[in-house]
């Protein structure tokens, strides 16, 4: 089968992209590289012998999405592409909304015009802003966002939602990310952003290599066991798999099927912190900082839907997550 991966080029859709084709499944590639680099086909290709079609392109021209679909039998969608940086969204809204909502729609529209019926879409926990209660199923209520960026995801979903409602032939999966880690086992592939790292793990890999002198720790006075932020990371490996999952379980279904990927635990900052220095042999310098606005004290996913509806379970630890984030961060101290 061939599946259209927007955004294949990216961290999360570059590594979905080889464990697809570990799978027997041909991924074709819209990327418009924004933030991604064209050296990434050459590591896919180094993994798995097999260089995948590639368009550089951007999701919002018809022309190109018309183009793709006449020249593969796609047999279903993964939609990767968007801009995902909380704090640039609320300097830069349009952008956000133009990328993120307008893109998808133009996405869906010609995938109606083309008679490709499959979509699995990259939502992110995000869109259930901050919970009273944990952890988090998919039934917890959506839509109170504190960011542009959020809003762009939370909006996304609904348009999709009435699109499926419009459409029942429609299979549209929306698969909310909690925090997604980690690197290819082999140390090839990995994240790789672009100026200062928003997200904590990159941030802490690149003070390790000595990119960065220290980690700023936003906040210890949360009311969580060590009184730093509680996230649930999950490896980017196991990520792509649940997509391969999703695909195989419910991506010829008609409906919505909403499904949380995360791994059901929660660890703090200075829990990462731990495991990284630990994978690195050293100690990660950091800082005590005031809290960031915008963040949440915690936050992990109950998995269990995903876990009986898809057969797809998270396997891998945070202590494997800061191993594999540091062979990558090692053997490509600047990234591609
Ligand atoms: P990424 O930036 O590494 O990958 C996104 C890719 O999309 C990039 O290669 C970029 O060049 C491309 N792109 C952006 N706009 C495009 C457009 N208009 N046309 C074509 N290509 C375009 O990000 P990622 O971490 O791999 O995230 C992938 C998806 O998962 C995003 O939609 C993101 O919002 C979502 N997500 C990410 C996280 C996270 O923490 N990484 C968490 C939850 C959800
Ligand atoms: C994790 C923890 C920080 C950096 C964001 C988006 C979310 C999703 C995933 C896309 C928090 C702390 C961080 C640093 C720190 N993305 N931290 N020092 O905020 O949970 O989620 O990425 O959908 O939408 O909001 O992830 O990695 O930024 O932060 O102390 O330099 O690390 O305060 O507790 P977050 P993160």
């Not at 183009?67 to 990767?80: A, D, L, P, Q």
């Not at 504190?146 to 996304?156: A, D, E, L």
């Amino acid at each position: 089968m061939k599946v259209l991966v927007t955004g294949g080029m990216g961290y999360i859709g570059s590594h979905t992209c080889v464990q697809m084709i570990e799978e027997g499944i041909e991924p074709v590639i819209v990327d418009n590289l924004c933030n991604s680099k064209e050296a990434v086909l050459t590591r896919i290709h180094e993994l798995t012998g097999v260089t995948p079609v590639f368009y550089q392109g951007d999701i919002r021209d018809r022309e190109l999405l018309a183009r793709i679909f006449n020249e593969h039998r796609i047999g279903s969608v993964i939609h990767f592409a968007g801009l995902k940086a909380v704090g640039e969204s609320v300097e830069k809204p349009l952008e956000y909304y133009d990328n993120n909502v307008h893109g998808t729609l133009v996405l869906v529209d010609a995938m109606k015009t083309a008679g490709v019926t499959s979509l699995v879409f990259s939502s992110s926990a995000t869109v259930y802003g901050d919970p009273d209660i944990m952890p988090i199923t998919e039934s917890t209520a959506t839509g109170q966002v504190t960011n542009p960026y959020g809003r762009s995801k939370f909006m996304v979903e609904e348009c999709l939602r009435d699109i499926q409602l419009a459409i029942p032939e429609f299979s549209i999966t929306l698969l909310r990310y909690f925090n997604p880690v980690g690197a290819h086992p082999s140390g090839k592939m990995g994240e790789d952003p672009q100026g200062i790292p928003n997200n904590l793990m990159p941030f802490i890999a690149q003070v390790a290599v000595g990119r960065r002198e220290y980690l700023s720790v936003f906040g210890d006075d949360y009311p969580t066991p060590d009184g730093t932020g509680v996230r649930d990371y999950i490896h980017v490996m196991d990520l792509a798999d649940g997509h391969i999952a999703a695909l195989k379980s419910v991506g010829e279904t008609a409906g919505l099927h909403i499904f949380n990927l995360g791994t059901g635990q929660g660890s703090s900052v200075l829990e990462m912190v731990g495991a990284f220095s630990e994978a690195c042999g050293y100690e990660i310098a950091f800082q005590i900082c005031p809290r960031r606005a915008g963040d949440i004290a915690e936050c992990w996913a109950d998995t269990q839907k995903a876990n009986e509806l898809l057969g797809w379970k998270a396997r891998f630890t945070v202590s494997e997550m800061a191993q594999d984030t540091w062979r990558w961060q090692s053997n490509n101290p600047q990234g591609y």
